[in-house]
């Protein structure tokens, strides 16, 4: 049976149990949170027998990847000879949550790489040989949760300070009930990683009879830009 919380206090049976349209244990819709009616309409209908454990859902994972290399070869004469070459890739990761819309483990990623490299190389004579690399490469990797960036599900639905304008803060805050799978945009969510690498490098080799002399230098510089906030939506149990 279901009581009123809201009535006469001390044992459960001085309680008026729920009624509503003449049935028993019924919560009238008048007290029911018109946000909690909201974000209960967003769980699918059971699928499956019982009580509990009765939503069963298959979700299929997506990926795509888009890459290219490319490669230039020239001769400039007989002592000067260079390449370049050009790599990307451009993937996108679905994975889709435990239920169809709004569930908290959603995610989808799109991973977008460049690659650039250089090469001279230059003969000074028969014996000594100059070899110039440099190179570039971007990683740029986003990861988004249900809803972002383009939607304000919280204040949509209601719920007050939870959408606050900018891009972090899009989506549905997470709500976390005992009993159902959670559902809203995530912990962390979005989260933008930028990586790049810069390389440079140079060497001379010099032979005479047996015996061969490298002389040069390499220089690598990397460079992480991460941008995350943990809960930026809110977080409600």
């Not at 997506?62 to 451009?90: C, M, P, Q, W």
């Not at 230098?217 to 409600?236: C, E, S």
């Amino acid at each position: 049976n279901i009581y009123n919380p809201l009535g006469t206090l001390g044992s459960t049976a001085a309680r008026p149990q729920f009624s509503y349209n003449g049935t028993l244990n019924v919560i009238p819709p008048s007290l029911i949170s018109p946000i909690a009616q909201k974000l209960l309409a967003i769980y699918p209908a059971p699928n499956a027998p019982g009580l509990a454990n009765n939503y069963i859902s298959q979700p299929m994972r997506s990926y795509r990847s888009d890459k290219g290399d490319y490669k230039f070869d020239h001769t400039l004469s007989s002592a000067d000879a260079y390449s370049v070459g050009f790599s990307f890739e451009n993937a996108n990761n679905i994975l889709p949550g435990m239920i169809p819309e709004w569930s908290s483990n959603y995610q989808n990623t799109y991973n977008n790489a460049r690659h650039v490299a250089i090469n001279e190389n230059h003969i000074f004579s028969n014996n000594t040989v100059n070899q110039l690399t440099v190179g570039y490469n971007r990683v740029y990797a986003f990861t988004l949760a249900a809803g972002q960036p383009d939607t304000q599900k919280s204040k949509e639905l209601g719920i007050p300070n939870s959408n606050l304008g900018d891009y972090l803060s899009t989506g549905l805050a997470t709500i976390s009930m005992t009993g159902l799978h959670s559902i809203g945009s995530g912990w962390v969510d979005p989260i933008v990683l930028i990586t790049n690498v810069f390389h440079y490098a140079d060497n001379v080799s010099y032979v005479h009879g047996r015996h061969t002399l490298n002389i040069g230098f390499a220089m690598r510089a990397n460079q992480l830009n991460t941008v995350f906030t943990y809960q930026p939506v809110g977080a409600m149990s």
